[in-house]
């Protein structure tokens, strides 16, 4: 019986949507991370059912803001590698299963 209880629990907890950003990894200044998350946090909910333009927007901004050269790959199931510039990286995930994987390469 107790077994049971704790197969359901541990289903319940694998299956928990994340409705916040969580940053899995970044090489990025405070500065400039804390501020990228934001701007991937407003794409994703202004275009929550196209992630294209939510990338579009994300690299054009970040293209203004920090110079040129930067890549957005936002999607659910995808695996990458990737060689960027040293402090321009941020891989994040946000409403549950939906990456974010932001660069700078010159």
Do not use: Q
Not at 8 to 37: F, G
Not at 81 to 90: G, Q, R
Request: glycine share 6%; net charge negative.
């Amino acid at each position: 019986m107790a077994e049971v209880a704790e197969e359901k629990k541990a289903d319940a907890d694998s299956k928990r949507v994340h409705t916040y950003p969580l940053i899995r990894h970044s090489d990025m200044i405070d500065e400039m991370k804390n501020e990228a998350m934001e701007l991937c946090v407003t794409a994703c909910e202004k275009f929550a059912a196209n992630n294209e333009s939510a990338a579009k927007m994300i690299k054009e901004t970040m293209d203004k803001k920090f110079g040129a050269s930067w890549h957005a790959v936002i999607g659910e199931g995808y695996g990458f590698e990737i060689t960027h510039e040293v402090k321009n990286l941020l891989y994040m995930f946000f409403g549950g299963n939906m990456a974010i994987i932001l660069w700078k390469c010159s």
